[in-house]
């Protein structure tokens, strides 16, 4: 590897990194564009006692009969406990795009087994934080040395179905080709990546309705195939890959979004502007 690359630090919840002769112009622009982006909304998150209550919507999202006969029974805990994150790695590619480095779950897992995903996991308490968290989880995966990978920003905290809070930490690796992946057999079947851009397009996208607690709400679902396989990627990934996306272009999707996605809702349902 070529030089020796700064590492980020924080300063007051920021992170910065000195880009002088790291990577391409590409990653350099993007990198800086990234340290300074600040998160539009934070879920908060309440004491292990305390319940958020779900008595709001977003405008035009009708409450379902249930909640509205009693407004207090249903509640979102996220509680600090049940904290993760998941590295969104992108790269520049052959032709000069972004792409991002995903999963394919092992079929051995209980959960989730088969679907496509980041790296990433649960903090454990060795971690001093989320890109702790994440950079660790994807050395243990599939063997990434957090050497190679430039934190550049956390986005917001996206709510799973199971309440856990999940951070995003976006790192840019300036030297794909130093990346020799050793997948862990009995956490991922594949190890492949994806052009950034296509989760705004139309193309190889779908949306289904779904249901969660008597709320509707826009399950995203994109195929992507490679000489690896034919991969779906959607759900709870596919919402961070579609935030991400829309963050580092700096446009929404080309496809039209009737209802809201599933993080769409928990922020309605946590009164989070």
């Given amino acids: 590897m070529a030089g020796i690359v700064p590492s980020p630090f924080m300063d007051g919840g920021e992170i910065y990194l000195s880009l002088e002769n790291w990577g391409s112009q590409t990653l350099r622009v993007l990198a800086k564009q990234l340290q300074v982006y600040k998160p539009p909304f934070v879920v908060e998150e309440p004491g292990n006692e305390a319940d958020v209550i779900c008595n709001s919507v977003s ?22 406990e049940r904290r993760a994150a998941v590295l969104v790695c992108l790269f520049e590619g052959d032709e000069g795009e972004l792409r991002v480095i995903l999963t394919k779950r092992s079929m051995k897992l209980s959960s989730h087994p088969g679907e496509v995903a980041f790296p990433g996991g649960k903090m454990e308490e060795g971690d001093a934080d989320d890109t ?3 950079l660790r989880e994807a050395m243990e995966e599939i063997g990434l040395d957090p050497n190679l990978v430039q934190v550049v920003a956390n986005l917001e905290p996206f709510i799973s179905q199971h309440q856990l809070r999940v951070v995003p930490v976006v790192g840019l690796l300036s030297r794909i080709e130093d990346f020799k ?6 956490e991922v079947d594949a190890v492949f990546d994806v052009p950034l851009e296509m989760f705004l397009k139309e193309e190889n996208h779908r949306c ?3 249901e969660w607690m008597g709320w509707k709400y826009a399950l995203h679902l994109f195929d992507f195939e490679s000489e690896q396989g034919i991969f779906l990627i959607w759900g709870f990934t596919a919402n961070i890959l579609i935030r991400t996306a829309s963050i580092v272009y700096q446009r929404i999707p080309s496809f039209s979004e ?10 309605a349902l946590n009164n989070v502007p």
């Fill in 59 to 80: 405008p035009g999202m009708e409450k379902p009969a249930a909640i509205k006969d009693d407004p207090f029974s249903y509640s979102v805990k996220c509680c600090r």
């Fill in 132 to 134: 702790a968290t994440a």
């Fill in 181 to 186: 992946p050793v997948p862990n057999t009995d």
């Fill in 208 to 210: 289904e309705e779904r």
């Fill in 258 to 267: 009737h209802l809201p996605n599933f993080q769409q809702l928990q922020r």
